[in-house]
């Protein structure tokens, strides 16, 4: 099976596309290497040294025999789109080509505006291009849990049936996105949607957790597959954040007063949660939900958590508790379900004292390359709308 891979320079992306190569599919990357740029213009860097695209490429030929194809370019421009799926003729589309960040989306009007337009319109080119000329062709799309808020009920998977006036129906779940950013993927969820009712496109929305760890089986082959680790206010995740945090002595940077709880999940049930969408792909006309997640944390407890790893392992670690620069709730209720991808197969990697001592072990390694500047956050969703200085 042919998988395009679009984003696989990213996060996530680059994981996933290695995972897939290594288990037999072929695959290829589009990629406009938009990321590479955000950190020169934000002035940050990812903890772990990356190469170039083409240098990780050829190491995993040389190191595997399989070889990815690569396109590089962006799919806001259609024209280049039609021509690299023409040119590959892919039976699966895996899309994390989007800007992912949250306070990114914050900083002002232009991100904002930035974020929307390549999260928006890159993912609605990628449906016509579908519609027109690869009509089989199953999308598996990263969303993300933060479409839905924190309602005071259950958070099902993508839909929720309601009885009304007497009248029952099954409808999409509510959004209620907290960024600029959570907001397009609300908008790419209800294009997505749309397309597969009118048109009859087939799609998989993987509603994702807050992902955490570095090393999956393939990157950890070569430092040169090597593997993203952001820390920085603006990209860095959570427990990511504060195993960084905690490896160079900095006290671990908790929002507000620590109770918001979102679902979590090991970058290796990323990649393997991608397989399982493709592997059992929607049906013709079917937009399916999964929300993507093995255990639901709040920031509070996953602070605790790293506290004590950390000072098993004879480092000094406190906690903060900072003036939150978002708006969210700080208590509330959370209970989302996640049986779907269990039900296909997925066997969790959940959060362990060995994951966190491996995090916090591969941190440490790698402390010199944190800017200590870049650690406290600088964008705030309070009507401030100056740039990060």
């Not at 509070?300 to 003036?323: Q, S």
Request: aromatic share 10%.
């Amino acid at each position: 099976m042919k998988v395009l891979v679009i984003g696989g320079d990213g996060y996530c992306g680059w994981a996933t596309a290695l995972y897939l190569s290594n288990r037999g599919y072929e695959v290829g990357i589009l990629d406009s290497l938009v990321r590479r740029h955000w950190d020169n213009e934000l002035g940050v860097e990812t903890l772990t040294p990356i190469a170039l695209i083409q240098q990780r490429l050829q190491r995993w030929q040389d190191l595997t025999g399989k070889s990815i194809d690569l396109f590089i370019g962006d799919i806001t421009n259609y024209e280049f789109l039609q021509k690299t799926l023409h040119q590959f003729q892919p039976n699966a589309l895996v899309h994390f080509g989007e800007q992912r960040s949250a306070p990114f989306s914050m900083i002002d009007r232009e991100h904002a505006v930035l974020t929307q337009v390549n999260n928006v319109v890159g993912t609605l080119n990628l449906l016509y291009a579908m519609r027109e000329d690869f009509p089989d062709c199953h999308l598996v799309k990263l969303g993300t849990m933060g479409e839905y808020g924190t309602p005071n009920i259950d958070i099902e998977e993508g839909y929720i049936t309601i009885e009304h006036n007497g009248r029952k129906d099954t409808l999409p779940y509510p959004k209620q996105p907290g960024s600029m950013y959570h907001l397009s993927k609300v908008h790419d969820s209800h294009n997505i949607h749309f397309a597969c009712r009118i048109w009859g496109l087939r799609a998989t929305d993987l509603n994702q957790g807050v992902v955490y760890g570095v090393l999956t089986e393939e990157t950890g082959m070569d430092e040169l597959l090597i593997n993203r680790l952001d820390y920085d206010g603006v990209f860095g995740t959570a427990l990511n954040r504060f195993c960084i945090q905690a490896a160079i002595a900095h006290p671990l940077t908790v929002y507000g007063k620590g109770g918001q709880t979102r679902g979590f999940l090991d970058i290796r049930d990323t990649v393997r949660c991608v397989e399982l969408a493709i592997a059992n792909p929607a049906e013709a006309g079917e937009f399916r939900v999964f929300n993507q997640f093995t255990e639901q944390f709040s920031v509070g407890e996953l602070a605790l958590m790293v506290k004590k790893a950390g000072n098993a392992m004879g480092l000094n670690v406190e906690i903060n508790h900072l003036d939150n620069p978002r708006v969210e709730k700080e208590e509330h209720y959370f209970n989302a379900k996640n049986t779907k991808l269990l039900d296909l197969g997925l066997q969790p990697h959940l959060l362990s004292d060995s994951l966190l001592d491996s995090l916090l072990n591969f941190a440490i390694k790698y402390q010199k390359r944190v800017d200590h500047k870049q650690i406290l956050p600088k964008v705030s969703w309070h009507r401030n709308y100056g740039k990060p200085q």
